[in-house]
T-cell receptor, first 114, second 112 residues
Framework: GENVEQHPSTLSVQEGDSAVIKCTYS??????FPWYKQELGKRPQLIID?????GEKKDQRIAVTLNKTAKHFSLHITETQPEDSAVYFC?????????????FGKGTKLSVKP | SAVISQKPSRDICQRGTSLTIQCQVD?????MFWYRQQPGQSLTLIAT?????????ESGFVIDKFPISRPNLTFSTLTVSNMSPEDSSIYLC?????????FGQGTRLTVV
């Protein structure tokens, strides 16, 4: 089945700096790659996603890139702010490309220092 | 978006007992998903629940331990059976609506 690796497990940056989180996946049939932000004690919330027919997607300070050949995708946060501090999870769709049975990476705890 | 109501939000249970978690969605959805998130860890998919058929379980999870019901397109339950302290975790249901996955608020289970 699908396996998603995520790095780093923790990331500390100064406010205003950029943060990059990287994930690799194993199943070449996966075609949907969302990123979730989870604040302490809250449910995961989708922040951005990308499908396999697109190489890059941006939404204000957040961008995601996808390299299908290498089977890796990355989250880029620019001009980080303290409220960006949270745990971020990457995910990939499971076998068959269904978008619901997501396989998650282990998460990255991002700390943005004021 | 889809609004998911999950209950209970938390519970403390005795070992050997069972707990049923309910998940209600405000829209009809084909599949509902159940995840487990242990403290400080990632989300692990337990099973996929389709209406009118048996749930599909991921490796390491079995129906006898985590029976699932899906009586209609807006509701599902997950039962954690014969609980042990190792079952202490947060359990979340999820649905896909308009290509986005939404999560319930989670059930924090503590087994003593």
């Amino acid at each position: 089945g699908e396996n998603v690796e995520q790095h780093p497990s923790t990331l500390s940056v100064q406010e205003g700096d950029s943060a990059v989180i990287k994930c690799t996946y194993s199943d070449s049939a996966s075609n949907y790659f969302p990123w979730y932000k989870q604040e302490l004690g809250k449910r995961p919330q989708l922040i951005i996603d990308i499908r396999s027919n697109v190489g890059e997607k941006k939404d204000q300070r957040i961008a995601v890139t996808l390299n299908k050949t290498a089977k890796h995708f990355s989250l880029h946060i620019t001009e980080t702010q303290p409220e960006d501090s949270a745990v971020y999870f990457c995910a990939a769709s499971g076998l068959g490309g269904s978008q619901g049975n997501l396989i998650f990476g282990k998460g990255t705890k991002l700390s943005v220092k004021p | 978006s889809a609004v998911i109501s999950q209950k209970p939000s938390r519970d403390i249970c005795q070992r050997g007992t069972s707990l049923t978690i309910q998940c209600q969605v405000d829209s009809q959805v084909t599949m509902m998903f159940w995840y487990r998130q242990q403290p400080g860890q990632s989300l692990t998919l337990i099973a996929t629940a389709n209406q009118g058929s048996e749930a599909t379980y991921e490796s390491g999870f079995v129906i006898d331990k985590f029976p699932i019901s899906r009586p209609n397109l807006t509701f599902s339950t997950l039962t954690v059976s014969n609980m042990s302290p190792e079952d202490s975790s947060i359990y979340l249901c999820s649905v896909v609506y308009a290509t986005e996955a939404f999560f319930g608020q989670g059930t924090r289970l503590t087994v003593v």
